[in-house]
């Protein structure tokens, strides 16, 4: 059974840092494309970053760019977000994704993505 969860967030001040990590079992990280989504109260789930399972290369968001730096450990078939210089924007729910389909991870949606994980709230205060 393929499992997603991400973890790792809480309550931070603006400009702090959090670090996620999402843990996947039932499947091998590497055969996947693999990325974070978040969803803020009222607005629509976005993808913010992704690594590609062709080339294995990260993708950002323009949101988060020079802030989030998404990386992996296939050995312990985890994702992380350290995300750093936090905004009160960046307040949401975030959720890690799978994409089995030899497509680019930024071209797909939540709902494009092949495995779901529940999300973990991440809450940036002003």
């Known amino acids: 059974e393929v499992q997603l969860q991400a973890s790792g967030g809480g309550l931070v001040q603006a400009g702090g840092s959090l670090r996620l990590s999402c843990t996947a079992s039932g499947f091998s990280f590497g055969d996947y494309g693999i990325g974070w989504f978040r969803q803020a109260p009222g607005k629509e789930r976005e993808g913010i970053s992704c690594i590609n399972k062709s080339d294995g290369k990260p993708y950002y968001t323009d949101s988060v760019k020079g802030r989030f730096t998404i990386s992996s450990d296939n050995a312990r078939n985890t994702l992380y977000l350290q995300m750093n210089a936090l905004k009160p924007d960046d307040t949401a729910v975030y959720s890690c994704?799978?994409?089995?389909?030899?497509?680019?991870?930024?071209?797909?949606?939540?709902?494009?993505?092949?495995?779901w994980g529940k999300g973990t709230q991440v809450t940036v205060s002003s």
């Open positions: 994704a799978a994409l089995e389909r030899n497509v680019h991870c930024s071209s797909v949606g939540w709902y494009g993505m092949d495995y």
